[in-house]
């Protein structure tokens, strides 16, 4: 079993950054990925950015150029660095990490507000 526990949230100005965390503890050989994902009221969770076992990244189109997504194997943590950041942006932001033919685990969620 794995838990991930998402910090660095909180209220930004446009154009502002923050940068997130995920801290997995335990271990399951079946994690392929991590990444994050987003939610905004009213509409669907969906992917901002993810790194496979591999080091493939994949981010959503809307992120490209203004967030990073890093991972440190050492510490068991992945990172999602954002800057430039837009109303838009607004979310909660979970963390995720993909496995092999099971479900995928969720972190809990972190608040992002863009706001002047």
């Known amino acids: 079993q794995v838990q991930l526990m998402e910090s660095g949230g909180g209220l930004v100005q446009p154009g502002g950054s923050l940068r997130l965390s995920c801290a997995a503890s335990?271990?399951?050989?079946?994690?392929?990925?991590m990444g994050w994902y987003r939610q905004a009221p009213g509409k669907q969770r969906e992917l901002v950015a993810r790194i496979t076992t591999g080091g493939i990244i994949d981010y959503s189109d809307s992120v490209k150029g203004r967030f990073t997504i890093s991972r440190d194997n050492a510490k068991n943590t992945v990172y999602l660095q954002m800057k430039s950041l837009k109303p838009e942006d607004t979310a909660v932001y979970y963390c995720?990490?993909?496995?092999?033919?099971?479900?995928?685990?969720w972190g809990q969620g972190t608040q992002v507000t863009v706001s002047s």
């Open positions: 335990g271990n399951d050989f079946s994690i392929n990925s």
């Open positions: 995720n990490a993909g496995r092999l033919f099971r479900v995928p685990y």
